[in-house]
């Protein structure tokens, strides 16, 4: 079942917030707004984290909420849990009053790109970092 991320489920989140964004420190990430899949055994086994950012490339409106991070774990993917989450980031957004919800997908994840357009969003911009040592 999908729900909100509880007190007790931080450490948990943490571990699957790594194993998402191996090379970041994800001690702020959860002060996002956070759901989370439980197995019936107990077991979380995916989590979604949405943020309101002031502003968000190719969005309509500002501010806007974001999707910042969406796991599944490997077995447990394709059911449709990461659909689950997303409904649940788009319910929590339009209670808030947003018509529209962002994310954004590195362009060498083919995986989640074709996820993001299989539950409907459309690509907007695409942008390339660049980066000068100093
Ligand atoms: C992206 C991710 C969260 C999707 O979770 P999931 O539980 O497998 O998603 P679902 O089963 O609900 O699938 C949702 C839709 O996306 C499609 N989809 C999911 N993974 C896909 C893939 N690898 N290739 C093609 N389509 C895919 C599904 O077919 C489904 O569409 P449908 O309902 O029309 O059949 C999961 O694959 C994941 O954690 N990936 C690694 C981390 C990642 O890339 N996160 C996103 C970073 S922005």
Known sequence: MIRPIQEADKGRVKVLMRALWPDQDV????????????????????????????????????????????YVEPDLRKRGIGRAL????????REQGFQELTSDVEMESAGSLAAHQALGFEPTEQIQYFRKKL
């Open 27 to 70: 001690s702020s990430d959860l002060d996002d707004t956070i759901f989370v899949w439980e197995e019936p055994d107990g077991r979380l086994g995916g989590f979604i984290s949405a943020a309101v950012r002031p502003w968000v490339e190719g969005a309509d409106a500002a501010p806007c909420p974001h999707i910042e991070g969406w």
């Open 86 to 93: 997303v409904a649940a980031v788009e319910q929590w957004a």
